[in-house]
Each structure stands twice: as structure tokens, then as C-alpha cells.
């Protein structure tokens, strides 16, 4: 799933650090250098990054899209969607990448993916403020409202993984009853695919923790590297 980007973003120029961005352009024709650089300022608003970091976040979804069957386009179309939800809950960046990348990677369309996501972040946000059934189906877990609030605060991420994992330990047979009783039937086939596949969602997080001999993250320059590939490709074919 390697896919074709602008180097040199409308606008900025080569020297802008969040220029480079795989924007799907060979799958997405819309995907050009101004959608690129509008995407990326969008981003860079919506996660209260700046502007000029959004370099490696580029990166980051480059790689995700490399190592999964998603399209970085659409992985940037979730993230914009999940944006206010993923700040609420504690997500920054990188990890709403990831969980946008797992669900596309499992076959949810942008649309889906993005208002499941917001809908399943939203309702653990507000556990505290959810109803008796709610709180049940948490205890059957070995978890409280409190307890799931504060491991969302100390790590959102974290978290997030270790409430699928809990739900994934239920019997099979118990965990879509389960889901409907947190999220309700909107969001419970969704949150159950994400239950059954943690191990897709994990590998997600592990493409960008992964690290090089240096310390430096395996996904930092990887659309400089795609870039000096796709033209040295281009070259030889001359």
C-alpha cells in the first residue's frame, strides 16, 4: 500500500517540514499538493500541533499506511473526523494514527471508522456519567467508572488496550452482549471488531514505537526515503 506523494507541498516549498505528505494521490486523484498541505494544516490545528512538526506526523502515517492495507488518505480523513474526541479522551497525534489505522486496516470505510471511533472514545470519557447497566458490565470486567478514568488520565493509549483486552477475555459468547450494554447496538459490531483483532490494533502502536539502532523512531523519514526511491525508480526508467 505504498502510496504517491507531493515533496513539494503548493505553497510552502521543499523546505517545509510538513510538506512531503503521501496523500494516496495514485488512489485518490483529488489528492493533490494543495489537499496535502491543507490536510496537514488541518491536523496540525486539530491535535494543536505546530505546523512545522507536522513533519514526522507525516511520517508516521506514511508508515502506518505502508505496513497496513489503508491508504494514508484515509487514515488522515479519520483523524480529522475523530479529532475532537481523541483530544477529550487523552489521544494526541500519533496514537489517533494508529487506532484510525487499525480500523481501516480491518476493513471499516472512513465514515465508519470515524464516527465508531468517536462514539466508543466519547462513552469511556463519560464512564463516570453512564448508566447502571453501563457500570455493571465494567465490574464484570474487574473495572469501576473511577478506576477506568484514571488509567485514561495516566495513559489514554494504555488504557484504550487494556479495556479491549478485558472485554476480549469474556466468553466469546458473552462479549456482543457485553458491547451493546457499553456502547449500544450503533457502535457495538465496531467495537467488537476491534475486541477481536487487539493484536492488529498493537501492531498499529508497535509500527510507531519502533526504534533504530540510534534511538530515532523506524517511521521518522520514512517519506524521504519513499521519495528518494520513487525518483531514483524514476530515473532509471529514463
Known amino acids: 500500500p505504498s502510496l504517491n506523494f507531493r515533496h513539494d507541498v503548493e505553497g510552502y516549498g521543499p523546505n517545509f517540514q510538513g510538506g512531503p505528505l503521501v496523500a494516496g494521490a495514485s488512489r485518490r486523484p483529488q489528492a493533490t ?15 494543536k500541533k505546530p505546523i512545522l512538526e507536522t513533519g514526522k506526523l507525516g511520517d508516521a502515517i506514511n508508515q502506518l499506511s505502508n505496513e497496513s492495507t489503508a491508504a494514508a488518505s484515509d487514515i488522515v480523513s479519520v483523524m480529522l473526523r475523530v479529532g475532537g474526541a481523541a ?29 465508531a471511533i468517536t462514539g466508543m472514545l466519547t ?18 470486567m474487574g473495572m469501576s467508572a473511577t478506576s477506568l478514568k484514571k488509567s485514561i488520565g495516566e495513559d489514554a493509549q494504555g488504557a484504550l488496550v487494556g479495556f ?3 472485554v476480549a477475555k469474556l466468553p466469546k ?13 450503533e ?12 493484536d492488529t490494533y498493537k501492531k498499529s502502536i508497535e509500527t510507531l ?13 520514512s517519506m524521504e526515503r519513499e ?9 532509471n526508467g529514463l
Open 227 to 235: 521519495f528518494a526511491k520513487k525518483a531514483a525508480t524514476g530515473a
Open 187 to 198: 457502535y457495538a459490531d465496531d467495537a467488537s471488531v476491534l475486541v477481536g483483532s487487539v
Open 123 to 140: 462513552t469511556l470519557s463519560m464512564a463516570e456519567q453512564q448508566g447502571g447497566a453501563f457500570q455493571a458490565q465494567l465490574k464484570r
Open 209 to 221: 514505537n519502533k526504534t533504530k539502532a540510534d534511538g530515532s523512531k523506524v517511521y521518522e523519514g
Open 87 to 115: 483530544n477529550s479522551f487523552g489521544l494526541t497525534d500519533l496514537p489517533a494514527a494508529s487506532l484510525s489505522n487499525t480500523l481501516l486496516d480491518l476493513g471499516r470505510t472512513p465514515e465508519v471508522a470515524g464516527t
Open 164 to 166: 479491549l483486552e478485558s
Open 33 to 47: 499538493a494543495m489537499w496535502a498541505s491543507d490536510s496537514m494544516a488541518k491536523l496540525a490545528n486539530v491535535y
Open 173 to 185: 459468547a458473552d462479549q456482543m452482549g457485553v458491547l451493546v450494554n457499553l456502547f449500544g447496538k
